[in-house]
């Protein structure tokens, strides 16, 4: 009996390619172009997400898993530059774009952790940050910040998730004591999915519906506003007296969170706990707010969430990243299956895995530009830089429209990876189904993926009524001619679109960045044009056949959104491609690119087709192109995965260590000196 | 603070019809149709997998977790008539179809559950009984039956999965003792993923390459055959001398079976240890088969897996049921955003969420009645009663087609749902995400889906070519006719179809039976037609071109059969609703049989455009037909759930109780007297 070796965790050699001629990735400064603008901070946060204190050990019971997540969550505040984004004068460096990069990284280490740090530093900590003032951020960030202070953010209620306008929470000032006094009034208000409140949280956030009634006035509910809530005695753990709260127990993935359920039964706070930064109550019971809009108030507290969705969206493309390059280096490893040759068939050599893990190497490449390109307006808003309202929509829709593509790209990815890799793949040492459970709530928190997609929708709607209204001639002219062509039935369209020579048209122009362009552009103006067509009797009818009609188009209005994130996505990516130096590597990211926006037309073939947008004998040349740039990429898809830069200390799966290979060669070694030896038995079907 | 009432176990009451004229399910009858021709075994093994002993509890250790289901294994070997299969002398019935509809329906207790018992009673001892002869049958299968000896089913390897005749273990027939000595050459041929190796197997039923020598002849391999190998001292549970495993370790689900690898180091098992239905080896070392080609040897002895596949296929399919009953019943309950009148909106009456998961319910009645016949199918063959070569063909190509389809749609529902319950599907408690987990391998494992479908591809290649070759008119002239066609430019054709007045293209008859049993059937036989086609050079190239040329098309390969499968799928669906016999439930099943039927056509709507089988104008109403059969539907997925059959003590999800309806009760409640007793703050917007 032999025994096993030590995995190698060396990579293995590259592809050799068919000639000399062909183009080749310059692996090490296309990992410089990925790790993008935040490269150094990535690196040492990489260097962080390496070290074996941070990884996650499955299986870990929830108790100790909660444990461990904690600590570490404390040593990285104590040793690990994670505070980046509060005030320079706590410590911080006021660096927002830099802090986030650093806590995508994490998701390498234990997904948990990410989560962890986000709920203790992005939404607890940022709370107060944001929606409180100067005296907020001296008293009490210091040990939000440092985890002295574990903090729940405590929104969601059990029955009211998405529509956070709607919880039932209630904080009612009594000017006579100079106390809010918070309070749930039925099971449907409890907070609930917190992460901290189960367990650790000695404090939360808590938001509820300000009431308070100026001298002489009326009660009055100004809507949604942030408290800050001792919950714990530090000492004994012990809810404080009113507070109450439960487990949410085990759950699908995350299990180093220990997320809960909070209520409040009359519980006082001081007048100063109130996050007084866009709403204040003055001590006999005056509101006063910056803005004068409930609405508008309620969006910009609500705006500081898309902290959250910007740094999701890093992450699951981060996850995307490692479950591909354990998919694809094992693919490259992996033998079955007798081939042509003397050797049986390495799995990327079929088409069919090609065919399901190049797609999906191509869309992480885009999710990954694009969100660097979401990271920078992130730090532009939230530096001051260009914080203004339009600024904040724009980042606001652009992260509604990305943290959806790119989570549930990575359950895709996650899902296509552990089945490529069949049961080896369902094994928790190789991570992928581990990674798969940890993100799976990534898609329906800090804003369901449907939802935000709606939002998106209901912008690009936005902007096109403002186009028409401005009376802009050429955004206007362009939907008219779009949706006339489109009416006119296919065949007459072809005709006339060939008539006139359309490029987009002749043979072998869909590798062309124009035409992609045009295709992907054009889909996402006709889908909004037409919805907005659609939804026009609206504003003429009663209330309940308007929403009939504006419901009736809901999922055509998710579509829309889609369509549009998918061109946002594509042009990233062109951007990226444009941006590498090195010829060998623009080459390779060129077809991965095609790649992307010829799989992004084959998706929706059908919508080309019907809207004369593509002829029949078109169409039916996407999926051999599709085929011919699988081909033209498979002998760089290993220097695709490298290029993401995780080293065995991030990928940590004994099947991209080497060992696979390793066994095959032994393999090969002992059949070889059984035929030497003369010692091979006939094969039967030989005998006879 | 108002306390949580206990959840109600009650159904919601049925969603009120807008006309009296509306069809309405009979939902008692529709259960009693879909449990299907073994309906008393259902019922019962649901009663059992009602029982709080046999429920999968979360979080539980691995190691207790393991223990518990041997200890649920040994009681239903006891007590609950899961031996039907056995023959009848041996305590069985003889019931192969009856005992795997027992199995399918433990998966509503655990999914380790139902596969530690397909891995001891549906491998292990189902190999002793159709790879052995009467001695193995009277010596080991008592034992086997009863869980005295649990055992392992060692085929797989590290380094072989799908290709199993590679596999590298030997066992050399000595005739100086009359032993077969079993062997690891090495690493890659340690057996791997095998149920009961880890730690509970006492014995296996172990696959290798059967090598032995006629008197004065050459050492012969004649391929894979079966021993039974004890494993373990049953006293201490050591490995016997030569013996050596390793513990699979945990697992992206189904983590109460021990999976573990084995490996042999020279180990001797007497000659009559050799399973000898199909092959045997006389003392003189002589072999001797009743099937004289080794290839057709070899995939006999593989045919006795198809049982695995079939049963997976059922279990899927409850799976999805139980998942659509939770999410179904959630989303019925659960109100978010305010609607046009006083109340929030029920999730399902939002458009986008019933496109969500009402087809995902019409392709979980497909595969329900799917899989009835595949039942049926199974037990002719298994019964002796069909057991033909063309019967064990025609099963083992269903089993391909259906396994795949159910086991994906099953990840899909079980996804979907969980995403549409948000937050709360996330949790444990409501099992959305347990049961993704457990079934996630289901697509991997007893035949990779993938491959299975290239199966199902060959072998409509296979008829396709028979077909030809046989120069059958009827379908030889139906083949070349519909490939004449699309190769026709789409223009051309469109006319010249028109022209000819074809039915398919006439307003209002996508609804049409006929119509959408012709799309989906031209779409898979010209898919077929096509690929032999394109694939014909082969047979004149030389071998490793010809292994490319196949390859380039291995993509079209795989959804040729998965184009066979959903026509496959589609039929069983439509049969089931001609099956009905109550005229509401029937109507009802028949728009719902459209759904799957246009979300087919939706899915491939490309293919049909360019193929010329729609014109775009008729494309463009598949999407509004389907809306339509969502309104249509909408009032029927209560009951369409509910015909599933499945009790609280099933489903055990907090979110499928009553209790979200409970909450939102006391909250209107709540606000109502908030009203009434003039206590309601006034909204800050009707201040100003």
Redesign the interface.
Same mark, same amino acid.
């Given at each position: %009996?032999?025994?096993?070796?030590e995995p190698r965790h060396d990579r293995p050699s590259r592809t050799p390619l068919t000639t000399t001629a062909e183009p080749r990735v310059d692996v090490a400064a296309l990992t410089d172009q990925l790790l993008g603008q935040y490269a150094d901070l990535r690196r040492e946060a990489r260097a962080v997400a390496g070290l074996p204190d941070f990884h996650k050990v499955?299986?870990m @019971? %929830?108790a100790e898993h909660r444990d461990r997540v904690l600590h570490q969550l404390r040593e990285l505040a104590a040793h690990h530059d994670v505070l980046r984004a509060f005030p320079a004068h706590l410590g911080g460096a006021d660096d927002h774009g830099g802090s986030l990069s650093r806590f995508e990284e994490l998701v390498a280490a234990d997904p948990s952790l990410q989560i962890k740090a986000g709920v203790q530093w992005g939404l607890f900590a940022s709370a107060i940050l944001h929606l409180g003032t100067q005296r907020h951020h001296e008293e009490l960030l210091p040990a939000a910040m440092s985890v002295d202070v574990p903090g729940a953010f405590a929104m *969601?209620e059990? +029955?009211?998730?998405?529509?956070v306008s709607?919880i039932?929470t209630t904080a /009612?000032y009594d000017p006579e004591t100079g106390e809010f006094v918070l309070h *749930? @009034?039925?099971? &449907? =208000?409890w907070k609930?999915?917190l992460g901290n409140a189960a367990q650790h949280g000695t404090a939360a956030v808590v938001f509820a519906?300000l009431?308070t009634a100026a001298p002489g006035g009326?009660?009055?509910? $100004? #809507?949604v506003h942030a408290f800050y809530v001792p919950l714990r005695d530090p000492a004994t753990g012990e809810f404080l007296p009113g507070i109450?709260g439960e487990d949410?127990?085990?759950?699908?993935?995350l299990?180093g969170i220990d997320n809960g359920r909070l $209520?409040?039964?009359h519980v006082r706070v001081p007048r100063d706990r109130l996050l007084n930064r866009y709403g204040d109550v003055a001590a006999d019971g005056t509101?006063s707010s910056p803005i =004068?809009s @409930?609405?508008r108030r309620f969006f910009t507290m609500l705006g500081t969430l898309v902290q959250g969705r910007v740094s999701l969206d890093g992450a699951a493309a981060n996850a995307s990243k490692i479950a591909l390059a354990i998919a694809v280096t094992y693919a490259n490893q992996r033998r079955?299956?007798?081939? =042509? #040759?003397a050797d /049986?068939v390495v799995l990327l050599?079929?088409?069919?895995h090609q065919?399901?893990l190049l797609p999906l190497l191509a869309e992480t490449y885009a999710a990954t530009f694009a969100h660097e390109e979401l990271l920078a307006m992130f730090d532009e808003v939230f530096s001051g830089r260009g914080d203004t309202p339009e600024g904040r929509e724009d980042l606001e829709t652009l992260a509604a429209a990305l943290k959806p593509s790119s989570t549930w790209h990575a359950?895709r990815t996650l899902?296509e990876c552990?089945?490529a890799c069949? +049961?080896a793949?369902?094994? =928790?040492?190789n991570r992928?189904?581990?990674l798969?459970?940890d993100l799976?709530?990534y898609? *329906?928190?800090e804003g369901?993926? *449907?939802v935000l997609y709606q939002l998106v929708g209901k912008r690009l709607l936005g902007d096109y009524a403002k186009a028409l209204k401005a009376g802009g001639a050429g955004d206007v002219a362009r939907f008219v001619a779009d949706r006339a062509v489109h009416r006119t039935?296919?065949?007459r369209a072809?005709?006339t679109l060939a008539d006139v020579g359309d490029a987009r048209r002749s043979a072998g122009q869909l590798r062309d960045e124009a035409t992609q362009r045009e295709l992907l552009t054009d889909r996402v103006e006709v889908m909004v044009a037409e919805l907005a067509a659609a939804l026009r009797p609206a504003s003429k009818l009663p &209330?309940?056949q &308007?929403?009939?009609l504006v419901? !009736?188009?809901?999922?055509e209005l998710?579509e829309a959104a889609r369509a549009h994130a998918e061109r946002v996505l594509w042009e990233a990516f062109t951007r990226g491609v444009h941006a590498a130096t090195d010829p060998g590597t623009q080459q390779v990211l060129t077809w991965l690119r095609d790649l992307f926006g010829l799989t992004l037309v /084959?998706r929706h073939? !059908?919508w080309y087709?019907?809207n +004369?947008r593509l002829?029949?004998?078109r169409?039916?040349t996407v999926s051999s192109y599709i085929?011919r740039l699988l081909v033209r990429l498979r002998p760089h898809a290993q220097d695709l995965v490298d290029a993401f830069g995780y080293g065995p200390e991030h990928l940590r799966a004994p099947i991209a260590s080497g060992a696979e290979a390793q066994?095959?060669d032994?393999?090969r070694a002992?059949y070889r000196a059984e035929r030497v030896a003369g010692r091979e &038995?006939? @094969?039967?079907?030989h005998?006879?």
């Open positions: %009996m032999t025994t096993t070796a499955e299986p @019971p %929830m *969601t059990t +029955g009211h998730g998405s529509d709607s039932g /009612e *749930t @009034p039925f099971r &449907a =208000a609930d999915y519906q009431i009326p009660r009055v509910n $100004h #809507g109450g949410d127990g085990f759950k699908g993935g299990n $209520h409040f039964d509101y =004068a @409930p609405g079955q299956f007798a081939g =042509a #040759g /049986e050599d079929y088409q069919r065919r399901r359950l899902q552990r089945e069949g +049961g793949g369902f094994l =928790a040492e992928l189904v581990g798969h459970q799976d709530v898609v *329906t928190f369901d993926n *449907t039935p296919l065949i072809a005709q &209330a309940d &308007a929403a009939a419901n !009736a188009h809901q999922h998710v /084959e073939l !059908a087709l019907v +004369g002829s029949a004998g169409a039916r085929d066994r095959q032994e393999a002992h &038995a006939v @094969p039967e079907k005998v006879r």
